[in-house]
C-alpha cells in the first residue's frame, strides 16, 4: 500500500514539473515576473495585493490570480480597484498547482502585463510543496497568527525568496513582538528579505 502511495506522489509531482516547466518557459517568453503568495486565510494576502498592485503598476500591468475554495470575493475586491483579476476556484484543492496557472496564463493578454501574483489558496503547508513556474514564492504571515509560525511551518520561509509580515497596526492589542517573528523567520531563512506593513 505505501509503495503505491508513493509512486502515485511520485507522478502527480512529475506532472506538476513538466507544467512548471511549460509556465516558467511562457513567462520568460513574455517577460513577465510570476510570484507565487502564500499564506494562511485571512493573512491578509488579499489586503497586501490591493496596496501593492497599483504600485507596481507604473512598471507594467499587473494582474492577479486568485485562488479560492469557493466564492470570487477576493477576485472581486481586487477588480474593482481596477486590478486585473482572473479567479480559480479550486472546489476544495488546497493548492493551485502548475497546469491550472499554465492555463489561466494563456487566458490573459501576457504582452500587456509585466507581473502577474498568483494568490494561493489560503494555507502554509501545500501550496509550499509545488512550484508552479514561478521566479519565487512570497510568505505572508500576520502578527495575530503568533510569532511562532515560521518554526512550525519552516518549508515556506525556507523556499520564500521574501516574507511579509502584516496587521502591524493590531500589535497594541496583542502580546506578539514583530522583532522576534522576524528573528524566527531569519532562523528559517538567514537571507530572506522581511518587509513589515
Request: one cysteine or more.
Amino acid at each position: 500500500m505505501s509503495k503505491l502511495s508513493v509512486k502515485i506522489y511520485h507522478n502527480i509531482m512529475s506532472a506538476n514539473e513538466e507544467w512548471a516547466l511549460k509556465t516558467r518557459r511562457l513567462v520568460a517568453e513574455k517577460k513577465v515576473r510570476l510570484w507565487n503568495l502564500i499564506g494562511s486565510p485571512g493573512s491578509g494576502k488579499t489586503a497586501l495585493l490591493e496596496r501593492l498592485c497599483p504600485l507596481l503598476d507604473t512598471y507594467g500591468r499587473v494582474a492577479v490570480l486568485e485562488g479560492d475554495v469557493e466564492t470570487a470575493h477576493d477576485a472581486e475586491r481586487l477588480a474593482a480597484l481596477g486590478i486585473q483579476a482572473h479567479q480559480i476556484v479550486t472546489g476544495g484543492a488546497c493548492h493551485l498547482g502548475a497546469e491550472v496557472i499554465y492555463k489561466a496564463l494563456v487566458e490573459l493578454e501576457l504582452n500587456e502585463i509585466g507581473t502577474v501574483f498568483v494568490e494561493n489558496v489560503g494555507n502554509l503547508v501545500c501550496p509550499s510543496e509545488f512550484d508552479i513556474g514561478e521566479m519565487g514564492k512570497i510568505a505572508a504571515v500576520s502578527v495575530t497568527e503568533g510569532e511562532d509560525k515560521p518554526l512550525k511551518y519552516p518549508k515556506l520561509f525556507r523556499e520564500a525568496k521574501a516574507a511579509v509580515i502584516t496587521k502591524t497596526d493590531l500589535l497594541p492589542h496583542l502580546q506578539v513582538n514583530v522583532d522576534h517573528y522576524r528573528d524566527n523567520i531569519r532562523q528559517v531563512n538567514p537571507d530572506i528579505p522581511v518587509f513589515i506593513t
